[in-house]
C-alpha cells in the first residue's frame, strides 16, 4: 500500500514562491511514476505536472516556465517548484502515484495566491 503525504502549501502573494513536497512510504518509490494536480474553486481537478520513473516530465500549458516538478528517489519524495504564482494558482494541490496500474492520492495541500 502506497501513502503520500504532501505538505508546504500555504499563503503567498501574487508573483511569490512556493515548493510543495510529497512525500511516499509503501512500495518502491523509484518506479513510481508521480504527479500533481490541482483542483480550484469550483473547478474539476486538473493535471498540473508529472514526473515519471525515469525522470522525464510534462506539465499544463498554465504552467510551463513557472513549475517544476522533481523527484528525490533517496528520500522518496517529489516536489513542484512554484514561482510566479498568480491568483489562478489557487487551489489544493495533490499528489498522485501510479505504481503496477493503480492509483494512489495524497489529502491535498491548500495555495493560496492573493493578489
Not at 84 to 113: I, N
Amino acid at each position: 500500500q502506497v501513502q503520500l503525504v504532501e505538505s508546504g502549501g500555504g499563503l503567498v502573494q501574487a508573483g511569490g514562491s512556493l515548493r510543495l513536497s510529497c512525500a511516499a512510504s509503501g512500495g518502491i518509490f523509484s518506479l513510481y511514476a508521480m504527479g500533481w494536480y490541482r483542483q480550484g474553486p469550483g473547478k474539476q481537478r486538473e493535471s498540473v505536472a508529472g514526473i515519471t520513473s525515469g525522470s522525464s516530465t510534462n506539465y499544463a500549458d498554465s504552467v510551463k516556465g513557472r513549475f517544476t516538478i522533481s523527484r528525490d528517489n533517496a528520500k522518496n519524495t517529489v516536489y513542484l517548484q512554484m514561482n510566479s504564482l498568480k491568483p489562478e494558482d489557487t487551489a489544493v494541490y495533490y499528489c498522485k502515484a501510479r505504481y503496477w496500474g493503480d492509483d494512489y492520492w495524497g489529502q491535498g495541500t491548500q495555495v493560496t495566491v492573493s493578489s
